[in-house]
Each structure stands twice: as C-alpha cells, then as structure tokens.
C-alpha cells in the first residue's frame, strides 16, 4: 500500500506519542495496520461516523469519539428556513462516508411524505455530473450538500473548492456542513 509505505518513510524513525486521526476512512486504514506500524503508539479518533469500523479498531490501542449525525434535525431546519420546500437533492461523493449519510438522509426525508429525497452520488454521477443536475433541479428545491472529497474516478478534491463550485452552480437554497451556505 503506498499509503502505508509513504507514512513508514516520513516518521518511521520518529517516536510517536500518539496518532489522531478524524474520519472513517483514516480510522479504517490505522486499523488495517499491523499494531507495530509507525511503533504502535495509540490512536485517538474523532469524526468517525461507522459503527463497524469502530468496533473494527483493537480497543487497548485505539481510543476516541463516535460522530453523530443528526439527519432529521439538519432537515427540519431547512424545512423550517425555507417551508415551501418540496425537493430536497443530497449531495455525496464517492468517499466511504457517503453510504451512512445516504442511509440517513433517504430515512430522515423519507419520514416526510410531502418531500421527495434525490440522491446526487458522485460515484455515480462525478462532480461534473452532480453539479449538472442541481442546475436542472426544480424552483421548490434545497440541495444538502455533504463534503465532496473523492470523485467518481478515485481523485482527491479540495472540498472548499468543490464546495463552492457546488454553492456557486446551485440556482436553489442550499445547506453544506462545511459553512458553505446560501438560503
């Protein structure tokens, strides 16, 4: 794994105290890691949205905070903010987080029976494609946009920079969690 290689050549000869690391993907891959890499010390872990992958780390080396999303209550903003909202388009990318958040935004808005749920996936779509289909979305529209981070092709996106490509093409209100809003 060039990951693994890349990390082992930077601080293999450093003594590390611990690793923090603040997502699913990184907890996923420290995890996979033999309990000697980079010298064992412990992981905290924080942002880590995956009940499995958490109980997939070795509790006696990895240790941190499970992040819970609160679905309904960012939709019952939106809804609250913008009332005659009756679409409501979900942004994802292609990233190992986007399963949860599909999962989640597909049960909070499906408990809605006056709002239709769209997914726009970036696995399926791209970011090129995910941004064409906001520009066709209804007037009665909302976009919740999450980071976009991994494209459809496996390439690493800036998410400020595809975010605000997203904000920018958005003809509609839109909310993201990363403080790129407009409603």
Excluded: W
Aim: zero cysteines; aromatic letters at 6%.
């Amino acid at each position: 794994n060039r990951l693994r290689r890349n990390l082992e050549d930077k601080y293999g000869s450093t003594r590390l105290d611990a690793i923090i690391t603040t997502d699913d993907a990184a907890l996923s891959f420290l995890a996979d890691q033999r309990p000697s890499f980079l010298g064992g010390p412990p992981v905290v872990f924080g942002g880590v949205s995956s009940e499995a992958v958490i109980l997939s780390a070795d509790r006696g080396r990895f240790t941190g905070v499970r992040e819970k999303f609160h679905y309904s209550s960012l939709v019952s903003l939106l809804l609250q903010l913008r009332p005659g909202t009756r679409h409501i388009a979900v942004v994802l990318d292609n990233s190992e987080n986007a399963g949860p958040f599909r999962i989640g935004f597909d049960r909070a808005i499906g408990a809605i029976p006056s709002i239709k749920v769209e997914i726009l996936s970036g696995a399926e779509l791209g970011l090129a494609g995910v941004i064409e289909r906001i520009r066709q979305l209804p007037k009665n529209s909302a976009v919740i946009s999450m980071g976009y981070v991994i494209d459809r092709d496996g390439s690493h996106l800036d998410p400020r920079e595809s975010m605000a490509r997203i904000a920018r093409e958005n003809p509609v209100p839109g909310i993201s969690q990363i403080g790129r809003a407009h409603v």
